[in-house]
């Protein structure tokens, strides 16, 4: 009986979790990332991971996709002075992020995106200082973390800060 429920236990109870086998990206498209913040908010399982670049001038997307399929977008994009992190987010079908919304009100965050404001004190164009504020934006097609889109909002809005948008 005991043999019986040992050969059961492997036969029936074998475990072929879906595996992982890209690594992790440390930029998204051209904007380097901590690999951390990405880790969480990325498919358990996939074989490949790739991104698209996409844009106009004053709005830069990247499109990150596993296996072919689209999993999530992290964006930014000058909008008028004042614009809240609450409006952009309302542009993204399902998304609503009026519940979670940062004390200072810069940015606001879900389980599948989050909206934040970009700190850009000398922009690439000079003519959108004073007027246009930057905000960046991530987006996932499966719902991650709530905690984790935060981090990495936060995280891919400071990268941008520090990029070529940011250095005129």
């Known amino acids: ?64 996709s596993v296996d072919d399929e689209e999993v999530m977008s992290a964006s930014f994009e000058w909008f008028e002075k004042g614009t809240k992190p609450v409006k952009v987010a309302k542009s993204q079908r ?24 970009v700190t850009c004190p000398n922009p690439k164009v000079s003519s959108r200082k004073g007027t246009y504020e930057l905000l960046a934006s991530v987006y996932v097609v499966d719902a991650a973390k709530e905690e984790a889109m935060k981090k990495l909002v936060l995280g891919f809005a400071g990268a941008v800060s520090k990029s070529e948008e940011c250095s005129g």
């Open 1 to 64: 009986m005991a043999a019986v429920l040992a050969i059961g236990a492997v036969a029936g109870f074998s475990s072929h979790e879906p595996k992982r086998n890209f690594a992790t990206p440390t930029a998204l498209c051209d904007t380097p990332i901590e690999g951390k913040l990405l880790d969480p908010v990325l498919p358990r399982s996939g074989e490949t991971i790739s991104m698209r670049a996409a844009g106009v001038i004053g709005w830069d997307r990247c499109l990150v």
């Open 94 to 117: 399902n998304l609503v992020l009026v519940e979670r919304v940062s004390d200072d009100g810069r940015y606001a965050w879900g389980d599948r995106g989050a909206v934040s404001h």
